[in-house]
């Protein structure tokens, strides 16, 4: 089992539509197009977006079949299994940045994909994050959340990779269990009783091995998981 396998067994019942919205930081933009190609392959009709902002699909490859960015054109599209999309709107104001479809869209968007992955939060890339009032967005049609961190955060002043936090205390162990407890931290916008969410702890390539039992002891609402999206490694709790 992979760690993309986990990810599944953890925040999917079975039940689709599967709409995964993913906050903090450090690799949304990687899961989510890591998600898409995972879901793509087992024959799922597959729907990348965000409801914030993300990367422009006109310099930026997320490996789908089609992209759109105007509404009437997505809507007109007719998606097949095994195939994926992205659709998101130009950004006015900054051509490398693409922004949300109108959020009261997603309630007939659901009805036309199996999978749908958002990119639900922004951290400026880096990899975590202390809310603000406006994030994450959490739109009604999401059934499932993926809260991350980076682990290159790990030993690093939290004012230097920690989004919206000014303290020149260092990222360990302690920080993250205060990031978990923050009410704007990590699990900012996860329902308990509506969501099927889990936090995961991305980047164990950049850490030593002897940390991550550590991050296993965490104390949390909601699973941990721990490993490399990119490598699709995951650890094990033991």
Do not use: W
């Not at 991305?202 to 699973?223: G, H, R, T, W």
């Amino acid at each position: 089992m992979n760690l993309l396998d986990k990810i599944d067994e953890e925040i999917n019942d079975n039940t689709y539509p599967l709409v995964i919205g993913l906050t903090g930081g450090g690799g949304k933009t990687t899961t989510l197009i890591e998600l898409g190609k995972y879901y793509r392959e087992k024959g799922k009709k597959v729907l990348l977006t965000t409801t914030t902002k993300i990367q422009a699909p006109r310099f930026f490859d997320f490996g789908v079949n089609h992209v759109f960015v105007e509404e009437s054109k997505f809507f007109h599209h007719n998606p097949k299994n095994g195939e994926s999309v992205v659709y998101v709107e130009n950004h006015i104001m900054n051509a490398k940045k693409a922004v949300a479809p109108r959020l009261e869209l997603f309630s007939h968007i659901v009805n036309m994909y199996d999978v749908i992955v958002i990119e639900a939060d922004g951290a400026r890339c880096l990899p975590c994050k202390i809310h603000s009032d406006r994030d994450p967005v959490i739109v009604d049609e999401i059934t499932s959340i993926i809260a991350m961190v980076g682990l290159s955060s790990y030993n690093d002043m939290a004012a230097n990779v920690c989004m919206g936090e000014n303290s020149t205390e260092k990222v360990n162990i302690q920080y993250y269990q205060k990031l978990i407890d923050n009410k704007e931290g990590l699990l900012k916008g996860i329902d308990e009783n509506k969501h099927k969410a889990i936090i995961l702890f991305n980047q164990s390539d950049l850490i030593d091995d002897s940390v991550v039992p550590s991050l296993y002891e965490l104390k949390s609402a909601v699973p941990i998981l721990v490993g490399s999206v990119k490598n699709k490694d995951i650890f094990i709790k033991k």
